[in-house]
């Protein structure tokens, strides 16, 4: 079945960088899109960025243009397996969220729309905290 697993959060001080990571597997990646969304407390879940892992297109929210950027490594994937990175540059308290990763893969009790794609699997969360 889908499995979504992220890592890389963290504190950072304000204008500094992290490198978040999903780890994806149980599904066919090049037929689907991965995602990057956050949430604060009180706040509807945010879409940050995805990426369709057919043709490597990627998508932004206006908020994470030019700081962010969403990537994988397509040689070290293989068809059912593979990771996708957020890297986040000049990072503001602002950015300070859960940090989730989601696919249009598969899906059963929450889903969200994003871009082109209606994500409905998810995976648990990180917790990325900016503040001096």
């Known amino acids: 079945q889908v499995q979504l697993v992220e890592s890389g959060g963290g504190l950072v001080q304000p204008g500094g960088s992290l490198r978040l990571s999903c780890a994806a597997s149980?599904?066919?990646?090049?037929?689907?899109?991965i995602a990057w969304f956050r949430q604060t407390p009180g706040k509807e879940r945010e879409g940050v960025s995805y990426i369709n892992m057919g043709d490597g297109s990627t998508y932004y929210a206006n908020s994470v243009k030019g700081r962010f950027t969403i990537s994988t490594n397509n040689a070290e994937n293989t068809v059912h397996e593979g990771t996708v990175y957020l890297q986040m540059n000049s990072l503001q308290p602002e950015d300070t969220a859960i940090y989730f990763c989601?696919?249009?893969?598969?899906?059963?009790?929450?889903?969200?729309?994003?871009?082109?794609?209606?994500?409905?699997?998810w995976g648990q969360g990180t917790q990325v905290t900016v503040s001096s």
């Open positions: 989601a696919t249009n893969a598969g899906g059963a009790t929450y889903y969200d729309t994003f871009g082109d794609h209606l994500f409905g699997s």
């Open positions: 149980g599904f066919t990646l090049s037929y689907y899109a």
